[in-house]
Nanobody
């Protein structure tokens, strides 16, 4: 059973960049589809980006397409989210999630990391 720990959040000015990391342990990471979600208080959790086990396939929400890049290093059991051209509306708690089944639900979640973008 994989365990996920996010890091890299913080406070950044609008237009700036941050890179989030999610370190996995306790499972076969290279078999997991991984994703990033985000949540603002009072709103539903929102999909941000996903990456297939090999890293060959990625997907993005329209709101972040062209600004965010998801990647993974299976040798380091880590998935990343490079966030550029940040906007105030990107402010949220960002969660890493994993699914061992392609097309299945994300049933492994990290504790989240806060990203705050000041305008």
């Amino acid at each position: 059973q994989v365990q996920l720990v996010e890091s890299g959040g913080g406070l950044v000015q609008a237009g700036g960049s941050l890179r989030l990391s999610c370190a996995a342990s306790g499972g076969t990471f290279n078999r997991y589809r991984m994703a990033w979600f985000r949540q603002v208080p009072g709103k539903d959790r929102e999909f941000v980006s996903a990456i297939w086990p090999s890293g060959a396939i990625t997907g993005y929400a329209d709101s972040v397409k062209g600004r965010f890049t998801i990647s993974r290093d299976n040798a380091k059991n880590t998935v990343y989210l490079q966030m550029n051209s940040l906007k105030s509306e990107d402010t949220a708690v960002y969660y890493c999630a994993g699914s061992p089944v392609l097309g299945g639900p994300y049933d492994h979640w990290g504790q989240g990391t806060q990203v705050t973008v000041s305008s």
